[in-house]
């Protein structure tokens, strides 16, 4: 069973009382460091560091907040804007949310779908029909089974005004007959565009491509080199909708599940599938969304904004008994960086844990940062937090 976050604040009060403790090795923890249940026990003290938001360091210019603390949202992968004051954020944990977020912080439910666990999400154009505003995810097959995320994703369509869910279809093996699984991103392509009228979706455990259309028919496009071009992670498009930015990654040779640092490019895909030469960006390790600044946001205006998720914290046990080791907290070594007109990588603020998802809502920019992925068995917790960041109009930066 997973813990939602209500319960996870219900058993943050569960303190075990002393003559307990005194009955086994927890005696010997201080009133400070009293063992709590969340279901598992872990001192007060890493429990307080676990739901801690991290200080977050901008660069001139640029002011980052706290837009919602942990406490609340597990594992927010992506975000839609639905409006200049709300947002759409896609949750695989506590068997998968989609939550409405607004920009002071309010976070209510959406759609609790009730088979699959979505993580990233996009909603239908006028192209897509009867099924236009409808919310599409990429989402989980088996979320709570082990080795659930080797399985083929699921594409999921939810209705907003109900919240109920329907499978749209598994993704298909690709020509290698690889398995669709590992994905990451879902973006519509631009209308009346070369990309226009499909859902483009990226996988990494087969590094590749894939469409769905208004019929609702996955099909394969096509797999990247992975020697030439890398892994595929976020999708954008440019302003004039002739091509596709495509955020990759380079795997280590020595563990192609570890990425080389600063290997990570943003490339340049036609609609054909062939990719130009020069990439957009390179000097990153794990891009992650993308989105350009619109004219409102200080002088950056057109600027491409990237998150840099860092080091991938998965499957991070919580110490459950005492005297086993130290609390290990996520590296906060995310980041989000801009991209200049001539291409030079230019960071905006550091110290985030696992940045994925970003967005402009109107003049500001949100991030969204799944902090590692805390779990012990089936069990996660409410770790993850979104942060927004202004850039006042009076300062230029070159």
Not at 183 to 204: D, M
Request: proline share 8%.
């Amino acid at each position: 069973m997973v813990l939602s976050a209500l319960s996870a604040f219900v058993l943050w009060a569960a303190y075990i009382s002393t003559a307990n403790c005194a009955e086994n090795d927890r005696s010997r923890a201080s009133d400070a460091e009293r063992w709590v249940t969340l279901p598992y026990m872990i001192t007060k003290a890493d429990r307080d560091r676990l739901f801690a938001s991290p200080p977050i360091t901008t660069e001139p210019g640029f002011t980052a907040s706290i837009l919602v603390p942990p406490g609340q949202l597990y594992d927010p992968f992506d975000l839609h804007i639905l409006d200049h004051n709300t947002m759409l954020v896609a949750d695989d944990g506590a068997d998968g949310h989609i939550w409405k977020v607004t920009t002071r912080g309010h976070v209510e439910s959406l759609a609790a779908p009730a088979r699959y666990a979505p993580y990233t999400l996009d909603l239908a154009p006028p192209s897509f029909g009867k099924f236009r505003g409808q919310i599409y995810a990429l989402a989980f097959n088996e979320p709570n089974a082990a080795g659930g995320w080797e399985l083929p994703d699921a594409i999921v369509r939810i209705d907003p005004a109900t919240g109920r869910e329907t499978l749209v279809c598994y993704l298909p093996e690709n020509t290698s007959h690889e398995k669709g699984a590992g994905g990451f991103f879902v973006r519509f392509g631009p209308e009346n565009s070369p990309f226009g009228g499909k859902l483009w979706i990226t996988t990494a455990s087969n590094h590749s491509i894939y469409q769905v259309t208004p019929d609702d028919a996955c099909k394969f496009f096509e797999t990247i080199d992975l020697e030439k071009w890398g892994s595929p992670r976020g999708i954008t498009f440019t302003a004039d909708g002739k091509t596709m930015l495509l955020g990759s990654v380079t795997p280590s040779p020595a563990n192609r599940a570890k990425t080389v640092e600063g290997g990570g490019r943003i490339l340049r895909m036609r609609s054909s599938g062939s990719f130009e030469e020069k990439p957009f960006a390179s000097g990153l390790t794990e891009p992650g969304a993308m989105a350009f600044a619109p004219n409102g946001f200080g002088h950056f205006g057109g600027e491409l904004f990237v998150a840099e998720v860092g080091k991938w914290d998965n499957d991070i046990g919580i110490t459950q008994e005492p005297n086993k080791g130290p609390f290990a907290p996520v590296r906060s070594d995310g980041a989000v960086y801009r991209i200049t007109s001539d291409g030079k990588l230019k960071r905006v603020a550091s110290g985030l844990r696992n940045p994925v998802g970003l967005a402009f809502v109107g003049d500001t920019l949100v991030v969204t940062d799944i902090n590692g992925d805390f779990h012990e068995g089936y069990q996660k917790y409410p770790d993850g937090f979104m942060v927004s960041i202004i850039a006042p109009q009076r300062v230029h930066l070159i």
